[in-house]
């Protein structure tokens, strides 16, 4: 039928990125576009179309952006950089804090965000101090992947996944701590490994000059931001901050319903947060609402469809053979069609809790692959590239492909074991 063919193509160019012989087009309008041909081609009713749209995923991650987004505004990330300024005055404790920072908070406010905020910081840490970049940016992005596989709500794809398979918050984060915790460390040792020139040269830094740079990266830290934050870290504003986000963990950690609690938090943020409406939503990326969208009336189509059915039906014993099988099918989708997509086509294949949770990291985990696999990295390597700072395609893969296969092999053999 047309309808299947239309659902070929839409997921074929929305792993490429992009149309043929068409400029400026992403994936967001590759997925809206496909799914409203799908509909006008009978593959789902309209009817169909809105019952397949989850959402419960779309209001936690509008809640969220719009949390992330008054945050920035509040300062509370600039007050989390002096800190980690103040502390990491050497190499590799800078490289330690950037992958504990970029991990749980991560965890807390979505990768992407971590990225955005967080890049010309470490930038300017590492000129400051005359260190190279390049291994402190690989940090910083691959522990944003890493730390946002330990919650429901550290990335798309695991807010989609929370909010179908109902897991408790604390029994998503219980279970995701060990194998996250792991593969940190691991992160941490091949970064040093890969870049050893860099934290082992014989070169002694000068304590007093550090000091002074320390020093001096608490105000260049604002600086970085001042488009951002519209005033300097008022204590007002960070009482805020501090209520919100504690407001925002009891509620879920009490196990709350995660939708209402991440939608209470930001209607509280903005009745006091002092700030025009327009402001804080013209940080939200609305786009990857509507991607979502268009996603979920895809594989809603999927599920409509006699021809995919039965695919589903054969592949599914080969899929659910082994833990080891799962997890190589689920890394090499989520780098072929992008995580978010390879989440939803195979929730249709999940069955046990074991299986969500293998899902989720896996999915995760494979952002680590290459620079195209997932939006941090890509975030990381285009402010680098504004900044004068190169990350390549093939330098990301030092890091990026050993990480990958180790942190994935972790997550196979923990869920196979325990």
Same mark, same amino acid.
């Given at each position: 039928?047309?309808s299947?063919?239309?659902?070929?193509?839409?997921?074929?160019?929305?792993?490429? /990125?992009?149309?043929?012989?068409?400029?400026?087009?992403?994936?967001?309008?590759?997925?809206?576009?496909?799914?409203?041909?799908?509909?006008?081609?009978h593959?789902?009713?309209?009817?169909?179309?809105?019952?397949?749209?989850?959402?419960? @995923?779309?209001?936690?991650?509008?809640?969220?952006m719009?949390?992330?987004?008054?945050?920035q505004?509040?300062?509370?990330?600039?007050?989390?950089?002096?800190?980690?300024?103040?502390?990491?005055?050497?190499?590799i404790l800078?490289?330690?804090?950037?992958?504990?920072?970029?991990?749980?908070?991560?965890?807390?406010?979505?990768?992407?965000?971590?990225?955005?905020?967080?890049?010309?910081?470490?930038?300017?840490?590492?000129?400051?101090?005359?260190?190279?970049?390049?291994?402190?940016?690989?940090?910083?992005?691959?522990?944003?992947?890493?730390?946002?596989?330990?919650?429901?709500?550290? +990335?798309?794809? +695991?807010?989609?996944? /929370?909010?179908?398979?109902?897991?408790?918050?604390?029994?998503?984060?219980?279970?995701?701590?060990?194998?996250?915790?792991?593969?940190?460390?691991?992160?941490?040792?091949?970064?040093?490994?890969?870049?050893? %020139?860099?934290?082992?040269?014989?070169?002694?830094?000068?304590?007093?000059?550090?000091?002074?740079?320390?020093?001096?990266?608490? =105000?260049?830290?604002?600086?970085?931001?001042?488009?951002?934050a519209?005033?300097?870290?008022?204590?007002?504003?960070?009482?805020?901050?501090?209520?919100? =986000?504690?407001?925002?963990?009891?509620?879920?950690?009490?196990?709350?319903?995660?939708?209402?609690?991440?939608?209470?938090?930001?209607?509280?943020?903005?009745?006091?947060?002092?700030?025009?409406?327009?402001?804080?939503?013209?940080?939200?990326?609305?786009?990857?609402?509507?991607?979502?969208?268009?996603?979920?009336?895809? @594989? /809603?189509? =999927?599920?409509?469809?006699?021809?995919?059915?039965?695919?589903?039906?054969?592949?599914?014993?080969?899929?659910?053979?082994?833990?080891?099988?799962?997890?190589?099918? @689920?890394?090499?989708?989520?780098?072929?069609?992008?995580?978010?997509?390879?989440?939803?086509?195979?929730?249709?294949?999940?069955?046990?809790?074991?299986?969500?949770?293998?899902?989720?990291?896996?999915?995760?985990?494979?952002?680590?692959?290459?620079?195209?696999?997932?939006?941090? +990295?890509?975030?990381?390597?285009?402010?680098?590239?504004?900044? /004068?700072? +190169?990350?390549?395609?093939?330098?990301?893969? %030092?890091?990026?492909?050993?990480?990958?296969?180790? @942190?994935s092999?972790?997550?196979?053999?923990?869920?196979?074991?325990?």
């Open positions: 039928m047309i299947d063919l239309i659902i070929i193509l839409g997921f074929i160019f929305i792993a490429i /990125g992009s149309i043929p012989f068409l400029k400026n087009i992403d994936r967001t309008i590759i997925g809206l576009t496909f799914s409203v041909l799908v509909i006008i081609a593959g789902i009713s309209l009817k169909d179309a809105y019952n397949a749209v989850d959402l419960n @995923t779309i209001f936690i991650l509008f809640g969220m719009a949390i992330n987004s008054s945050l505004y509040f300062g509370f990330f600039n007050l989390i950089e002096e800190s980690v300024a103040a502390i990491a005055k050497n190499r800078l490289l330690i804090f950037t992958i504990i920072t970029s991990a749980l908070l991560s965890a807390i406010f979505l990768n992407d965000t971590i990225a955005i905020v967080f890049t010309p910081f470490v930038i300017s840490l590492c000129m400051t101090y005359k260190y190279n970049p390049i291994p402190y940016l690989m940090a910083l992005a691959t522990s944003a992947n890493i730390g946002s596989a330990l919650t429901i709500i550290g +990335n798309p794809q +695991n807010i989609y996944i /929370g909010s179908i398979s109902n897991i408790p918050f604390l029994e998503f984060f219980l279970t995701m701590a060990l194998p996250c915790l792991i593969s940190l460390v691991v992160a941490f040792l091949l970064i040093l490994l890969v870049y050893k %020139k860099d934290f082992f040269s014989k070169e002694i830094d000068n304590q007093d000059e550090n000091e002074d740079a320390a020093n001096h990266i608490k =105000v260049s830290s604002i600086e970085i931001n001042k488009s951002i519209k005033e300097i870290i008022a204590k007002e504003n960070i009482y805020k901050s501090i209520f919100i =986000v504690l407001f925002l963990l009891v509620g879920i950690f009490l196990g709350f319903n995660i939708t209402l609690v991440t939608l209470s938090a930001c209607c509280i943020l903005f009745l006091i947060s002092g700030y025009k409406v327009d402001e804080i939503f013209s940080k939200i990326d609305f786009s990857l609402l509507i991607f979502f969208i268009s996603l979920f009336i895809l @594989t /809603g189509a =999927v599920s409509h469809s006699k021809f995919f059915s039965s695919i589903l039906t054969s592949v599914t014993p080969y899929i659910k053979s082994s833990n080891l099988s799962f997890g190589t099918i @689920t890394l090499f989708l989520s780098n072929i069609i992008s995580n978010v997509p390879a989440v939803v086509v195979l929730s249709n294949f999940i069955a046990t809790k074991k299986e969500w949770f293998m899902l989720a990291l896996i999915s995760t985990f494979a952002g680590n692959l290459t620079l195209l696999g997932s939006v941090a +990295n890509l975030i990381v390597c285009e402010s680098a590239k504004k900044r /004068g700072i +190169n990350l390549s395609f093939l330098e990301y893969l %030092k890091v990026g492909v050993p990480l990958t296969i180790i @942190t092999l972790i997550g196979v053999l923990y869920f196979s074991f325990f």
